[in-house]
Nanobody, 126 residues
Framework: QVQLVESGGGLVQAGGSLRLSCAASGRAVSTYTLGWFRRAPGMEREFVAAITWNGGRTLYGNSVKGRFTISGRNALNRVYLQMNSLRPEDTAVYYC???????????????????WGQGTQVTVSS
């Protein structure tokens, strides 16, 4: 079993920045790929970014490339999502997720993720 706890959401003006954090715990969690997804009202859950168990590879969704950065995988199994140049369309609930076997492009497929956090709200005002 893997537990995921997100933090760092909030309200920010367009053009601003936020950093989200995900604390992962549980059996063998250090071997899991960790990812971020988001869900805006009335929309499907969208892939944002992911990082492999050793931090060796990252993957980003097209809508956030060049603006968001995923990092972490230290001994505390904490990952971060640095979000810069935020836009109103980035407003969503952001979820941390863990996948035991996802690598490569599969890191962007929400069906690969077995565990999910409760989410943290990010609101970007115009």
């Amino acid at each position: 079993q893997v537990q995921l706890v997100e933090s760092g959401g909030g309200l920010v003006q367009a053009g601003g920045s936020l950093r989200l954090s995900c604390a992962a715990s549980g059996r063998a969690v250090s071997t899991y790929t960790l990812g971020w997804f988001r869900r805006a009202p009335g929309m499907e859950r969208e892939f944002v970014a992911a990082i492999t168990w050793n931090g060796g590879r990252t993957l980003y969704g097209n809508s956030v490339k060049g603006r968001f950065t995923i990092s972490g995988r230290n001994a505390l199994n904490r990952v971060y999502l640095q979000m810069n140049s935020l836009r109103p369309e980035d407003t969503a609930v952001y979820y941390c997720a863990a996948a035991r076997y996802a690598t490569g492009q599969a890191m962007g497929d929400r069906r690969e993720y077995e565990y999910w956090g409760q989410g943290t709200q990010v609101t970007v005002s115009s």
